[in-house]
């Protein structure tokens, strides 16, 4: 059964320090990963999805995978205020584009970005 | 470009009452659709989707429903509320890299 697990918890940065996320995963034949991160009371935003071993950038959030040491991390260039947020992680293993029950999520990482 | 919207926003309902949310999806033809429910500090977890209208799948058992009798319509719905369907719903339609995007979800309490 594949577990997700984010760290740390919660993470406190000042506005244009680089903030980095973690999330591990337990199944190595994990083949699509994506952040997404959720605004108090608000939806799901994807941010930034990977599907091999590397770095993947979109805007100033990076993608980071290493299936081998079973890490993904989320780097955040320069945050802002308006970037605390709740950062979620979901890993999925053998895609069926109608069943997302193979996408286990994370917990989430609670990012505060003071000014 | 592709809009999803959710209703309500927010519901306040009590136990044993009907519940029914739904979910537009406007943009896009044929969209994958589906609801996923959050507990209050828990995770996400998948509740159902569907490929085509009529036509939709349950991965979890929580005494909940689901339909979609258009296109671009979802509509999730019980008759019958507990206390544990207290929560915070979203609704998504999936792309075909795999990812998903999400509505702003409906935040249900359960009294």
């Known amino acids: 059964q594949q577990k997700v697990q984010q760290s740390p918890e919660s993470l406190t940065v000042s506005e244009g320090a680089m903030a980095s996320l973690n999330c591990t995963f337990s199944?190595?034949?994990?083949?699509?990963f994506r952040w997404y991160r959720q605004h108090s009371g608000k939806g799901l935003e994807v941010l930034v999805s990977?599907?091999s071993d590397g770095e993947k950038e979109e805007g100033s959030f990076t993608a980071h995978l290493n299936r081998a040491s079973l890490h993904v991390f989320l780097h955040i260039r320069e945050p802002q205020p308006s970037d605390s947020a709740l950062y979620l992680c979901a890993v999925g293993c053998n895609y069926n584009v109608g069943d997302n029950s193979k996408l286990i999520w994370g917990l989430g990482t609670s990012l505060v970005v003071n000014p | 470009a592709q809009t999803i919207h959710q209703w309500p926003v927010a519901e306040i309902k009590a136990v044993g009452s009907p519940l029914s949310l739904g979910c537009t999806i406007k943009g896009k033809s044929s969209p994958n659709l589906y609801w996923y429910w959050q507990a209050t500090g828990g995770t996400l977890q998948q509740l159902f989707y569907s490929i085509t209208v009529g036509q939709v799948e349950s991965v979890v058992q929580l005494n909940l429903s689901a339909s979609r009798p258009k296109d671009d319509q979802f509509i999730l719905s019980t008759e019958k509320l507990l206390l544990s369907h207290s929560g915070f719903y979203l609704c998504a339609w999936g792309t075909g890299e795999n990812t998903l995007y999400f509505g702003a979800g409906t935040r249900l309490s359960v009294l």
């Open positions: 199944d190595r034949s994990s083949d699509n």
């Open positions: 990977i599907f």
